[in-house]
C-alpha cells in the first residue's frame, strides 16, 4: 500500500526522547523536593503534553501554581538537554530520506512542546515537510486539529494520507481525524495495549512500516 501523505508523531515513533524527557523531569523533581520518577514511569507519563506530564510527576495534591512553576523549569532544562541521549530509531532517519525521494508529503505532530520539537527536527530531519508541536492556537492531540492542519499545509489529502505513531493518544488522534493509524511497537507503549486497542496496522520494525507506507524495502 502507498500513501501520499504521511504524518509521524515524534517521540517513541521517530525518536527515543525517554532519557533526556527523564532526566529534565527529575531534575524538577529534586528542585522541588518530589520524589524522583523512573524510566518506566516517564514512559507511562508521556504523550499528553508536558503540563499532564509534570502533573503525573507530581503528586496528586499539588496546586496549579506549583505545577506550572514546575512546568516552566522543566521547559528551561529541557531546552539545553533535549539532544543529550536522544536518536533515532534504527532505520527511522532511513525512511524519512526514502519517502522524501518518492515525493510522497511528510509532517510530523506532537505533543511536544513546539519549539522543542522544531530543534529536534532540524537536527534530525530536514527533509520533513511540515512539523508543528503544542503551541496556543491548536488543539492539542488527540484532538485532530494538529494532524488536519498539517496534512492542509502540506499540500495534501486525507484521502490518501496516515498517521504513524506509538500511544493510544496517536490511535485516538487518528480517528478523531477519519485517518487510518499505523501503531509502532518500539516506542512507548507495550505492544500488548496498542493491539487491544486495534490500530488499522501494527509494526515491529522500520522495514514493515516502509513496505506498508510505500510498497517497498527499506
Same mark, same amino acid.
Given at each position: 500500500?502507498?500513501? +501520499?501523505?504521511?504524518?509521524?508523531?515524534?517521540?517513541?515513533?521517530?525518536?527515543?526522547?525517554?532519557?533526556?524527557? $527523564?532526566?529534565?523531569?527529575?531534575?524538577?523533581?529534586?528542585?522541588?523536593?518530589?520524589?524522583?520518577?523512573?524510566?518506566? +514511569? !516517564?514512559?507511562?507519563?508521556? #504523550?499528553? %503534553?508536558?503540563?499532564?506530564?509534570?502533573?503525573? $510527576?507530581? /503528586?496528586?495534591?499539588?496546586?496549579?501554581? @506549583?505545577?506550572? =512553576? $514546575?512546568?516552566?523549569?522543566?521547559?528551561?532544562?529541557?531546552?539545553?538537554?533535549?539532544?543529550?541521549?536522544?536518536?533515532?530509531?534504527? %532505520?527511522?532517519? +532511513?525512511?524519512? !530520506?526514502?519517502?522524501?525521494?518518492? *515525493?510522497?508529503?511528510?509532517?510530523?505532530?506532537?505533543?511536544?512542546? /513546539?519549539?522543542?520539537?522544531?530543534?529536534? $527536527? @532540524?537536527?534530525?530531519?530536514?527533509?520533513? #515537510?511540515?512539523?508543528?508541536?503544542? =503551541? @496556543?492556537?491548536?488543539? =492539542?492531540?488527540?484532538?485532530?486539529?494538529?494532524?488536519?492542519?498539517?496534512?492542509?499545509?502540506? %499540500? #495534501?489529502?486525507?484521502? *490518501? &494520507?496516515?498517521?504513524?505513531?506509538?500511544?493510544?493518544? /496517536?490511535?485516538?488522534?487518528?480517528? *478523531? &481525524?477519519?485517518?487510518?493509524?499505523?501503531? !509502532?511497537?518500539? #516506542?512507548?507503549? +507495550?505492544?500488548?495495549?496498542?493491539?487491544?486497542?486495534?490500530?488499522?496496522?501494527?509494526?515491529? *520494525?522500520?522495514?514493515?512500516?516502509?513496505?506498508?507506507?510505500?510498497?517497498?524495502?527499506?
Amino acid at each position: 500500500m502507498k500513501f +501520499e501523505t504521511v504524518i509521524f508523531d515524534l517521540d517513541g515513533t521517530l525518536l527515543n526522547t525517554l532519557d533526556d524527557l $527523564c532526566d529534565s523531569a527529575n531534575y524538577v523533581m529534586k528542585m522541588f523536593n518530589r520524589r524522583s520518577r523512573s524510566i518506566e +514511569e !516517564v514512559r507511562n507519563f508521556v #504523550g499528553n %503534553g508536558l503540563k499532564e506530564l509534570m502533573r503525573k $510527576c507530581l /503528586d496528586k495534591d499539588i496546586a496549579d501554581e @506549583e505545577t506550572e =512553576r $514546575c512546568l516552566a523549569e522543566f521547559k528551561k532544562h529541557y531546552a539545553m538537554n533535549l539532544n543529550n541521549k536522544t536518536a533515532p530509531y534504527k %532505520g527511522i532517519k +532511513e525512511l524519512i !530520506v526514502k519517502l522524501s525521494s518518492m *515525493n510522497i508529503k511528510t509532517g510530523i505532530v506532537s505533543n511536544k512542546a /513546539d519549539a522543542a520539537l522544531k530543534s529536534l $527536527c @532540524e537536527i534530525y530531519f530536514p527533509q520533513i #515537510g511540515f512539523a508543528a508541536g503544542e =503551541r @496556543e492556537g491548536i488543539k =492539542r492531540k488527540p484532538a485532530p486539529d494538529g494532524v488536519l492542519y498539517a496534512i492542509d499545509k502540506l %499540500g #495534501g489529502n486525507v484521502n *490518501n &494520507a496516515v498517521y504513524v505513531g506509538d500511544s493510544e493518544v /496517536d490511535i485516538q488522534t487518528a480517528r *478523531n &481525524a477519519r485517518l487510518p493509524v499505523i501503531s !509502532v511497537t518500539w #516506542g512507548f507503549r +507495550e505492544a500488548e495495549l496498542l493491539k487491544s486497542l486495534h490500530p488499522d496496522y501494527i509494526v515491529d *520494525n522500520v522495514d514493515s512500516l516502509c513496505i506498508l507506507l510505500t510498497g517497498e524495502k527499506l
